[in-house]
């Protein structure tokens, strides 16, 4: 389908007022969220008849809608079953100092993110790293930041640790075995780094610090349920390493062997579904389906290739240099739009660049850790510094005297890991 002249710039002013409404926070007039703003923009692809209805349904990528759902609901099973406290109590349990406290709390944040998705991570794991940080007398924004960022870092692992790695995954058609080899030693490294950047920047107010533990009450946990779920998550992690014959034969692709997980944890755990489907973040699909839609309607007047060819020259001739520039462009594309977005507009280009699956990857990578450039760069920071309000009022400069460099240095090591690799 091939858009007439007015629906071309249509499809342009629908997608700029949409990832302006996106960007943006709240505004008075119109007081939309970030998913009844792309639903808006949506709508508007259709009414205007920039794409037919049956284009807009088609649009929709729904490996991702379900592969993401897949992943919630068992991360609900794991909430209600009372893992999520069970591991801020051992935490604090195991460690002996502020600073070890700090190094747990990176890479648990991190490995767990990578395992369900981050966002899901900081928002059930947010109220209890306050409560456990409070009880311990201990300062919050230390352990809020070492929660949002490792969760930005840890969850570039794996093609179901954020909703752009899935993406990336369905689009790309890479192995989840092969970007997991590639992936985690760059990950694991920059938690560490992320770990020294975090150590080093509140080092005096870690320093006066003492963690107290007593009268501290034990987690309440579901032992069956628990057992029930983390069972289930274990057989879907050992699926998605199959390759892609084997899944094939059973007609399962990554998305759907995430939704049987779920389907038998709902068996299994004999609990009221009502309380699973409650905890699950309907905005977030609606917001992704909506998304889908809009970006369809922009590729339809052949923008995204457009500006890729402009920018070609820019991005270089050598796979090195691509991914060097591709990923400053993704810092400040993320940043600028949001990474969802940005991504579902550049992976239009993968095709053209020298190594496209080494593209994809710099992609997944650049994309997560601009999310740590400030406050706003991720859901995931947003979650955290809006949960742990009623505690403590993070500015926008609080985060990102630190942020910043993370962002910057991790960024850094973690595509020259990617080359090198490659």
Sequence with gaps: MSSAPHHYWLAIAIFAVTYALISTRRLKILRLNRPASALLGAVAMVVFGVLR?????????????????GMMLLASYLQLAGFFELAADWILSQARTPQRLLL?????SG???????????CLMMTPLV????????????????????????????????NPQNMIIGNFSGIPYARFLLRLAPAALLC???????????FRRVLAGARIETAGLASAHVNRPLLAKTLACLAAVTVAFFFDAPIRQRFGLNVAWIALAGASV????????????LKLVDWHLLLFFAALFVVVEGLRETNLPEDIYQSLRGVFGGTAAAQAWNLTWFSVAGSNIFSNVPFVLVAGQWMRNFAEPELMWKVLALSTTFAGN?????????VIVVESA???IEVGFWDYARLGIPITVVTTVVGVAVLLAMR
Excluded: C, Q
């Design 389 to 391: 309000k009623p505690h």
């Design 130 to 161: 306050v409560a456990v940080i409070v009880r311990g007398r201990l300062p919050l924004l230390p352990y809020l930041m070492a929660l949002a960022t490792s969760a930005n870092i840890g969850s570039v692992m794996t093609l179901t640790g």
């Design 53 to 69: 209805i049956e284009d807009a349904y088609r649009a929709v990528d729904w490996n991702t809608i379900a592969l993401l759902l």
């Design 373 to 381: 450039l400030t406050i706003l760069g991720s859901v995931a920071n």
């Design 104 to 108: 747990m709390l990176v890479f648990t």
């Design 111 to 121: 490995i767990l993110s990578a395992l369900l998705v981050n966002d899901t991570i």
């Design 265 to 276: 944890a709902m068996v299994l755990a004999r609990v009221d579904t009502h309380e699973v």
């Design 191 to 201: 938690l560490t780094l992320d770990y020294f950047i975090l150590s080093w920047g």
